[in-house]
Each structure stands twice: as structure tokens, then as C-alpha cells.
């Protein structure tokens, strides 16, 4: 079974560009899960999908950031436009129902 | 709300030495407990969990108990390897009845060396 993957591993852009970052779930996972580290922090949650309903975007920082599951398999997330705050390791998860959630290896994004 | 803390790093520890991280949590209810562990280059990987009190979740040498007295699930290996060189999170999701938003830790970066 492959595991969650996201694509691209690493994005460098300049402020006030646009990144799109994407997601692909493990096959069969409704639930899909967005976070992000900064700065050698901790890791923060954005929001949730159950299928391609948003059930939780209690953490999305403003709405410079939004995120999408059409068809509710992959999720992209696009930062429109970036700025320096944004910089750090973005982490998408998923999950049967209420079982254990499985991450990716995160894209790490650097905005100039 | 919901949070937890783990030690801070970077923990340095000679080849075949004993591991402690510690963790502790704060949360309502029974949360579920986990570790997650990111090597250099990869992603997050879950290493044990463990769902109620007094369960002790194990994985590749590493174990961790649910302690509800002490609110705590410290990691613990007794002989640490150079290949254990990794960032270990402690997390939490609690009990909701519903969809499940983890609480990570800040993250302790353990190297170890020959």
C-alpha cells in the first residue's frame, strides 16, 4: 500500500508569489489532514477534510491560504500571495475515520 | 485546550546508551498518546501509540506508558543506536467522539554517537 506522498519536497519562491502544494491520501482515506511546522516549532494543525468537505479549518493562519479536495481524493494547498511568516514544513496526513493518521514527508516551502 | 511538552534538545547520547525523552500532556478526557519520529531527509512516522492508561505502546526497542496519574508517555530505549538519530514527537489526539486533531510537542532532536 503506498503511503501518503506529497509533491513537491521542496518550493523556493519570493514574497507575494503563489505556491500550490499537493496531497495525495493513502487509497480509501476519507479523512485528510493539512499541518505545518515553523521554524523548528511545533507542528500546528490547518484544517481537515472528510472527503472533499472541509470539516475543520480552525487553524488556517488567514486567507492568503486555501485548500482545496476536489473529488475528494487529492488536496492542494495554495499560499496566494506568500509572505516570509509562511516559510516551513508543510505536512499533510490521512486516515480511516477515527484511526491513527499517517503523514507525508512534507514539502518544506522558503519564501524569499 | 489541549497541549504537550517534551524536553527540550538536542539530546546527545553515546552509542548504546539508555534513552529518556519525557513528555507530558494536558487534555480532557482520554486522549490517545503517540510518538512520531522524523529522520534526517524523511517525513513523519508513527513509532508507538498507545490509546489508554497504564498501555504501553512499543517499536523498534522504543516503549512508552500511558501514565493518566502523572499525565505523561516518556520514551524510553534502552540502547540507543547511531540509526536512532532522529527528531521524536510526542502527540496527542484527544477523545472527541469525532474527527481527531493531533497536538504534537516541539519536537526533541536526539543524536547519537559512535
Sequence with gaps: EAGVTQFPSHSVIEKGQTVTLRCDPISGHDNLYWYRRVMGKEIKFLLH????????????????FLAERTGGTYSTLKVQPAELE???VYFCASSRKTDTQYFGPGTRLTVL | GNSVTQMEGPVTLSEEAFLTINCTYTATGYPSLFWYVQYPGEGLQLLLKATKADDKGSNKGFEATYRKETTSFHLEKGSVQVSDSAVYFCALIPYSGGYQKVTFGTGTKLQVIP
Design chain 1, 86 to 88: 509562511d516559510s516551513g
Design chain 1, 49 to 64: 477534510f472528510v472527503k472533499e468537505s472541509k470539516q475543520d479549518e480552525s487553524g488556517m493562519p488567514n486567507n492568503r
